[in-house]
């Protein structure tokens, strides 16, 4: 089964809290999703690029404020995040 | 006839009513000439009378190709177009990956997502970030929203371009009523000024 970044990004909120910086595991996405490491890491990377997601030094990982308030527009389609451009 | 000529004449279409891929219709009794998507149903009417599907036009026109249209009716070049379908279904994308993606700078894909914008094709948002300041979020807009705005604002491309081709029309009736023996080009292109 393939998973798509917004997919990891919905589990994230799932399994995570920005406003209380409570993180989770990439194991804990993995198992949950039901894919190999490589493709959540690979998708991690990705949402950390759109400041979605933060990953600690420890290998944790989290939504940010960001993430959280981009799930909540609930949108269908064609996201591009351009924190540069802010 | 020359190659040019032969690929001109071989790209040319004419209208089929059979195609019901859209019609053209036209009042009997004056100039009205509409277009219409979808089902003629009621048919179209002018002065109160149906009007009739125009069978028999012998003009035949060059087949428009999607990225001039973009380009010509809303001046969307082809580059909004790549940003587009680069990130559909694969979002959320960052600017910097699109850039990368498509080969273009990343200052390039914020300047068409933001020409999105302003045509109607995109919307732009504004999250906080946890350090404080805004990420801007470009989003796509209503799915039939977009359908009804391409198509509105196509027609009204349509009806600019079909006025242009009305008033040339006048404008060289006019002249060779006044200027019966003298040639036409010059003045005609000189009441459409280049700019």
């Known amino acids: 089964m393939s998973v798509t970044r917004r997919d990891v990004l919905e589990?994230?909120?799932?399994?995570?809290?920005?406003?209380?910086?409570?993180?989770?595991?990439?194991?804990?996405?993995?198992?949950?999703?039901?894919?190999?490491?490589?493709?959540?890491?690979?998708?991690?990377?990705?949402?950390?690029?759109?400041?979605?997601?933060?990953?600690?030094?420890?290998?944790?990982?989290?939504?940010?404020?960001?993430?959280?308030?981009?799930?909540?527009?609930?949108?269908?389609?064609?996201?591009?995040?351009?924190?540069?451009?802010? | 006839m020359s190659e040019h000529d032969t690929n001109e004449a071989a790209e040319a279409v004419q209208y089929d009513p059979s195609s019901s891929r859209y019609d053209v219709f036209e009042c009997p009794d004056c100039d009205n000439v509409v277009l219409a998507l979808g089902r003629d149903d009621p048919p179209m009417s002018c002065h109160g009378d149906p009007m009739q599907r125009v069978t028999d036009c012998d003009i035949a026109v060059k087949p428009p190709d999607v990225r001039q249209v973009l380009l010509d009716a809303f001046g969307l070049p082809k580059a909004g177009l790549d940003i587009c379908l680069c990130v559909i279904g694969e979002g959320p994308l960052s600017a910097n990956e699109v850039a990368e993606s498509l080969g273009y700078d990343r200052s390039t894909v914020t300047r068409y997502l933001n020409k999105l914008v302003d045509i109607g094709l995109l919307r732009r948002s504004e999250l906080n970030r946890e350090e404080g300041g805004v990420v801007n979020v470009y989003h796509s807009v209503d799915l039939e929203r977009m359908r009804r705005e391409t198509l509105i604002g196509f027609y009204i491309w349509a009806g600019e371009a079909a006025a242009l081709i009305e008033e040339a029309n006048v404008t060289k009736q006019d002249y060779m009523a006044e200027n019966p023996d003298q040639e036409l080009p010059e003045v005609f292109w000189e009441s459409f000024p280049d700019d």
Do not use: N, W, Y
């Open chain 1, 11 to 86: 589990e994230l909120d799932r399994q995570s809290d920005a406003s209380a910086g409570e993180p989770t595991s990439v194991e804990s996405l993995t198992d949950a999703l039901v894919v190999d490491e490589r493709t959540v890491r690979k998708h991690i990377d990705g949402l950390e690029s759109c400041e979605l997601a933060d990953l600690d030094t420890d290998g944790q990982v989290r939504i940010t404020v960001t993430g959280e308030e981009l799930l909540a527009l609930d949108l269908d389609e064609m996201i591009v995040v351009d924190p540069e451009g802010g």
